[in-house]
């Protein structure tokens, strides 16, 4: 594949200088959690590299990001396929770390001083900045704990933990064997991790550099000192007046490789590499769920004896050991920070579309209406105005009756818009077709981004276009229609 994308670096810079930059609809599906940010980091490309950057964040809609891919097309040149995803908080190559903690972090820190538990996990294919932006971060939160500029007085203790699979070591105890044994009150201990009572930013930096030179590392496709393993530092804070303890946890979760990565490697990478990658999707579903249930809680409508999502923390020593991060009726309150990093190079486009689709999917959001929805791209049933509307706003060529929304050039026609399906009939697709109405905006909107990939002249107008197709064309746009 690099090999294809090496080849073809002319023809991928020719396709996306034609690319309009005005920007696809996204739909505003409702307000994040306070709880819950999801940010999302691209890291600057590394001088090395002989791949262009397949990553554009949006300059006039904020925290959307495109992503360019090369697709080989088996008749002829091949083509570019565009793809967007949306998060709560994109930084730029240019931001710096310190920035992201202002922005992300600096209100964990007086949370978990207070009471609560902050949480922050740094996801993103191996190679891609994770250990680079928590390590900094580490150390703007010991300067934070320790600058004296927090009201009150606290103890501090540190713990830094490995997990590689269901093992788990110390890294401030040279690798020593840890038991993530349950109590009676169901939260899993760490029995044999040494917990480090801290008094300076100094001694907070020294166990911080002890543990990264324990973290177990092995050699990657991507990145030679790539972790592969999850490396979680808790900060506990008590309150020696109340005896309450306030977490903040920094999470530099390990590298989720992709098959291509693991291709040169053994059996036992291999099964490692399906640990991790098991343990992350856990992980997911956990947040979410959390999210889900925060959402519900919160929501003024939620009705009486509302079903709880499930929060699956069981599954993994991950979660298990994080347990009251996601407990939905823990007495703690939690906020959590997840900061997906990505590389932007060409190379790596397939992980970092797996990356951004992850942390999208991390998203829930409260509607305005109450109803709780996920991200814009998951299945939503839109009214019927909502539909019409979208329609209307959408297809500028040829003009939109009210009543039937018909492109006069394709002679395509949509109607009985009063259900959550469309019907709608064109002249290349003989027949009434019938779809749901989420699908169909899906398809109207990858349609577009194929009319920009190809250079179209009016995006908007691409349902007309799909008349005129030829050539190599044809059969991408064709793909769309079906
Ligand atoms: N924002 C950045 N600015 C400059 N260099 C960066 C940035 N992010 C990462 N790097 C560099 O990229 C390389 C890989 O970063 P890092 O080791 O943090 O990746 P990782 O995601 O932790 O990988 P792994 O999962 O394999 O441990 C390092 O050389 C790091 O210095």
């Known amino acids: ?45 590394s001088q090395d590299e002989d791949f262009p950057s397949a990553i554009y964040p949006r300059s006039v809609q904020q925290n959307v990001v495109d992503i360019h891919d090369l697709y080989n097309h088996p008749k002829g040149n091949p083509i570019l396929k565009s793809f967007d995803y949306q998060v709560d908080q994109l930084f730029n190559p240019e931001s710096t770390t310190d920035e992201i903690y202002e ?21 993103g294919q191996t190679g891609s900045g994770k250990t680079f932006t928590v390590s900094r971060l580490e150390q703007l939160v010991a300067e934070t704990l320790m600058n004296g500029t927090l009201e009150g007085d606290r103890e501090i203790h540190m713990t830094i933990i490995d997990l590689a699979g269901n093992a788990a070591f110390d890294l401030l105890s040279k690798r020593q064997p840890v038991s993530l044994l349950e109590d009676s009150f169901g939260f899993t201990q760490m029995v044999g991790a040494k917990e480090y009572q801290v008094r300076n930013k100094e001694e907070m930096k020294i166990l911080v550099e002890q543990a990264t030179s324990f973290r177990r590392t092995a050699s990657t496709f991507k990145n030679d000192a790539s972790s592969r393993s999850h490396a979680i530092c808790r900060i506990r804070i008590k309150d020696p007046a109340t005896g309450t303890d306030g977490l903040l946890y920094l999470i530099d979760l390990a590298g989720s490789e992709g098959a291509r990565d693991v291709a040169s490697h053994g059996a036992d990478r291999m ?3 399906r640990e991790i990658n098991n343990s992350l999707s856990v992980l997911k579903d956990c947040i979410r769920g959390k999210a889900e249930a925060d959402a519900l809680q919160s929501s003024a409508r939620r009705k009486p004896g509302a079903k709880m999502p499930h929060i699956p923390f069981r599954r993994s020593a991950l979660t298990k050991v994080l347990k009251h991060v996601f407990d939905p009726v823990g007495a703690q309150k939690c906020k959590t920070v997840v900061i997906a990093c990505v590389n932007p190079s060409l190379a790596d486009v397939g992980p970092s579309k797996n990356t951004l689709r992850f942390a999208e999917l991390l998203r829930v959001l409260i509607p305005v209406s109450g109803k709780m929805v996920s991200d814009p791209m998951v299945p939503v049933t839109w009214t019927n105005a909502e539909l019409r509307e979208w329609i209307m706003q959408n297809f500028d060529t040829p003009p939109i009756l009210p009543h039937i929304v018909a492109s006069r050039e394709s002679g395509a026609q949509f109607f009985n818009l009063t259900g959550t399906e469309i019907e709608y009939r064109c002249q290349k697709c003989p027949g009434v077709r019938i779809e749901h109405a989420k699908a169909f905006r899906s398809k109207i909107w990858g349609m577009q981004a194929e009319a920009q990939n190809m250079g179209w002249p009016n995006p908007k107008g691409v349902l007309s276009q799909t008349d005129d197709r030829v050539g190599e064309n044809s059969d991408a746009v064709e793909n769309f229609v079906r």
């Open 103 to 123: 922005r992300l972090v600096a209100d964990l820190v007086p949370f978990a001083w207070n009471g609560g538990i902050g949480t922050l996990f740094a996801y």
């Open 271 to 273: 099964r490692e590499t």
């Open 1 to 45: 594949m690099e090999q294809f994308y090496l080849k073809n670096v002319a023809r991928y810079h020719t396709l996306v200088e034609r690319i309009d930059p005005t920007p696809k609809p996204r739909i505003p599906a409702g307000t994040a959690s306070p709880n819950m940010v999801v940010s999302a980091r691209i890291r600057p490309l």
